[in-house]
């Protein structure tokens, strides 16, 4: 360690050799007369440092990169493989839903809530003072212009992944009226944006387009 | 290792002899488990459970073994495939309800096996790494049940294996790829389950190695005992066997008992009905829970929300979500530095008046409440009893532990453990 300090001060090109042979205690005397003559330091010629420990450092280094090689392939094969890559969008044909009704479809192996708000749950989501939400949004945010009552979101809570409660007539809508997950209790406004519980953010609104007045393209 | 006085493996036969002397595999088991290995004489019925551990790791691979046999890990038919075992496989509705129950009470011995090392300060030095090896083996468990939950593919596999993976989603940056790369998709579906089969099978043998890393750490010191008080002599020792390997059997015996009454009478006892709907990927149980053996760690999971306050503390990228799950993996690595928390040289808890009104007033009603927490819907009742419990939980080991361990009179140690076990009045207490 010392060799490397002094070659330092005396503000020559760092020696060449390599760290192991300087780490060694025993050979600290001859490295420190290396240092102090930094013309046979140069060359990387001193008796501390043979060429040998160059090939030494070589043959680990290359053995190092072949098992990292190797570990690559190991690990990559659980990422998603090419069939599960392969995703399509879908379009799903929207007529049927009233105001106050959604569905459930499946996108990506995901839940989709499809919802035609009411006026009364459009008026309610605007009427939420944005800034003192957890992930501020509006309405109009999460909505496509001229559609604000079509809410299109994953059904995919945000904390740990369940599907939240509400899309189905019948289910409990938590605090705020819109959802609310089992889970762990997250509770989602008619927005569905997050106001009560662990998860961290909104629903995620995924990318999607109104191709014609009733069929929404999803992906 | 062992103590000077352990008897010596004295070959008797020709073939022993042969064998000796070329591999003495016989020899080891002797001074492991048989005569060779003298263990302190005051056991009590606690010292059971670690035999009773390993007893139901063998049951829980033997089963495990015949079940890949029938199973077939795929989402159209891994359901199915359970179905078929209990009903159609000789002896498949048994076998499947071993391995089922057998989980379940894999985790109740080795939770007694943890309070008992808890109490007694099994932890202490010169312990130290049979318990650092023993909270891995706890780590393994969990990730082993966990992935076996998944297989049958019903409704709790399904959300279970949602949830879990979340778990990871939680951590900055790499979470969500992480996430990805643990499920191969998006959600979990064939990939995770095919990767949960394979794992499963793998994960009972790499368990089966830290044991016995964990059993020979326990052979260099040799066997902690009630009183705390180290070995001195011969008389405070009997062989292993046959004297533990009676006491053992006996043990198992009832452990036994305990296990086919409910494998035979009450098999589901233990089991969420839900798990008898196939999984659904478009809709959550409304009352979605883990196994029992997870529900102190979920509760702790659930105490954080962001009402609870800690997240803002100025640090906002710690959101309730990463909060929670540092919480409920923190919960169990804490117990990697217990050793050094507590440093009070009396090990048992016989002899620590305080440190044993902490751990039956304290750390057991916290944990018991952090268990039927977990069991309640999120609702805010149950929310703050999580929080106060889950505060408990950190504040005891973090806190009350090396403060007690400094301020605390022990209770005079008896001089030997033999004195302890012969009632000879001790000196000094009247104290």
Known sequence: MSTVKKTKTTGKKPVKAPKASAA??????????????????????TPGVRRRDFIHIATVSFAGVGAAAVAMPLVSQMSASADVLALASIEVDVA???????????????????????????????????????DPQTLADRTKPGKENWLIT??????????????AAGEVKGEYGGYFCPCHGSHYDTAARIRKGPAPTNLVVPEFAFISDTVVKIG | MSFPWAQEYKPQGTVSKWVDERLPLPRLVYNAVGAGYPVPRNLNYFWNFGVLAG?????????????????????DGAFNSVEHIMRDVNSGWFIRYAHMNGASFFFIVVYIHIFRGLFYGSYKAPREMIWLLGVTIFLLMMATAFMGYVLPWGQMSF???????????????????????????????????????????LMPFVIAGVIILHVWALH?????????????????????????TAKDGFGLG?????????????????????????????????????????LPFYAILKAFTVDFGIPFTGIIIIEAKLMGVLAMFGSILLLFFLPWLDTSP????????????????????????????????????????????????????????????????????????????????LEKAAA
């Not at chain 1, 994953?154 to 899309?167: E, F, K, N, S």
């Not at chain 2, 790791?57 to 199973?71: D, K, N, P, R, S």
């Not at chain 2, 999580?386 to 001089?415: C, D, G, K, T």
Request: charged share 10%; hydrophobic share 45%; glycine share 8%.
């Open chain 1, 24 to 45: 060694k205690a025993g050979k600290a005397a001859i490295s420190n007369t290396a240092a102090e003559n930094p013309s046979v330091a140069d060359n990387g010629q």
């Open chain 1, 96 to 134: 049927a839903i009233q105001p106050g009704q959604s569905i459930k479809t499946s996108w990506r192996k995901q839940p989709v809530f499809i919802r035609n708000l009411t006026p009364a749950e459009v008026e309610e989501a605007n009427k939420v003072d944005v800034g003192a939400l957890r």
């Open chain 1, 154 to 167: 994953l059904g995919v809570c945000t904390h740990l992944g369940c599907v939240p409660l509400g899309a």
């Open chain 2, 55 to 75: 007893v139901a790791l063998v049951i829980q691979i033997v089963t495990g073994i015949i079940l890949a046999m029938h199973y077939y890990a795929s989402v």
């Open chain 2, 159 to 201: 959300w279970g294996a949602q949830v879990i993976t979340g778990f990871f989603s939680a951590i900055p940056v790499v979470g969500e790829p992480l996430r990805q790369w643990l499920l191969g998709g998006f959600a979990p579906d064939q990939a995770a389950l095919n990767r949960f089969f394979s794992l499963h099978y």
């Open chain 2, 220 to 244: 260099i010191p040799g066997s902690s005992n009630p009183t705390g008080v180290s070995v001195k002599s011969e008389q405070d020792t009997v062989p292993f066997h046959p004297y533990y």
């Open chain 2, 254 to 294: 009832i452990f036994l008992i305990f296990f086919v009454a409910v494998t035979f009478f009450a098999p589901n006892m233990l089991g969420h009905p839900d798990n008898y709907i196939p999984a659904n990927p478009l809709s959550t149980p409304a009352h979605i829970v883990p196994e029992w053996y997870f």
């Open chain 2, 346 to 425: 009396v090990r048992s808890g016989h002899y620590r008046p305080l440190f044993r009104k902490f751990f039956w007033f304290g750390l057991i009603p916290c944990i018991i409440l952090l268990t039927y927490c977990g069991g309640k819907p999120p609702y805010t009742q149950w929310v703050i009893l999580s929080q106060i419990a889950a505060a408990y939980y950190f504040i005891h080991f973090l806190i009350i532990l090396p403060i007690v361990s400094r301020i605390e009179r022990p209770l005079p140690l008896p001089n030997s453990i033999t004195e302890a076990v012969t009632g000879k009045p």
